[in-house]
């Protein structure tokens, strides 16, 4: 039976994964990510699936690389393998500036409501050492793993086991990020949602629990 991990997004919560059912063995916060904690606990590991938020969506690309033998499924959750723009390729992303824009909002508003979660939903979101947020920051202002991602045959044809979730008006990851992947994953299953914004897992949870199933077997 294979284990499941999460990986979460940056400056979130465990209270991101609360309304999704599907068994894991372990949620690492994006500070354990920056750690290194993952890479010690899926080197162990020989059938695992890898369940990524956000940055946390980059982090499980990035075992995959490293390790696309161990790698049953994936579910990447408005993931992307760049988080930044790139003009001169016509990469649609972030700059930096919003990048600090979303790093103030977070700490003006003191992780609650924070991209504004209806009510009766779980806030997603945490406030943390602002170092920690900076280093979570630099993660993603340096990552970039699309070459990686296109020369890894062995990863790429396990398209049939990967899953991808997308919000249609995602404000942080762009919709054209995830028809990327879905271009990388040959066979992938891609899911446009309508109507919600970046926090996916609290706004879709019974699909994520589906997808997480889907390629567990």
Not at 102 to 115: A, D, H
Not at 136 to 156: I, K, Q
Request: hydrophobic share 45%; net charge negative.
């Amino acid at each position: 039976m294979s284990k499941v991990f999460v990986l979460n997004g940056w400056a979130a919560s465990e209270e991101a994964w609360s309304l999704c059912r599907f068994r894991r063995e372990r949620v690492f916060s994006y500070v354990e990510q920056l750690d290194g904690e993952p890479e010690k606990v899926i080197a162990a590991e020989d059938d695992v699936v890898l369940v990524g938020w956000s940055m946390g969506g980059s982090s499980a690309m990035r075992l995959a690389l490293r390790w696309p033998e161990k790698i049953r499924g994936l579910v990447l959750v408005a993931a992307t393998p760049r988080m930044m723009e790139d003009k001169p390729a016509g990469w649609r992303g972030m700059s930096e500036r919003r990048l600090a824009a979303l790093k103030k909002g977070l700490l003006m508003t003191g992780g609650g409501g924070f991209f504004g979660p209806p009510a009766g939903l779980p806030n997603p979101y945490i406030v943390d050492d602002e170092a920690n947020l900076d280093r979570g920051l630099g993660y993603l202002v340096a990552t970039d793993l699309r070459s990686s991602l296109l020369e890894c045959e062995a990863l790429r044809t396990k398209g049939e086991r990967v899953r991808l979730f997308q919000s249609e008006h995602d404000g942080i990851v762009r919709p054209e990020n995830a028809t990327f992947l879905e271009e990388v994953f040959r066979g992938a299953k891609l899911r446009m949602i309508p109507g919600v914004e970046h926090a996916l897992p609290i706004f879709i949870p019974e699909m994520i629990d589906s997808a997480v199933e889907e390629v567990s077997v």
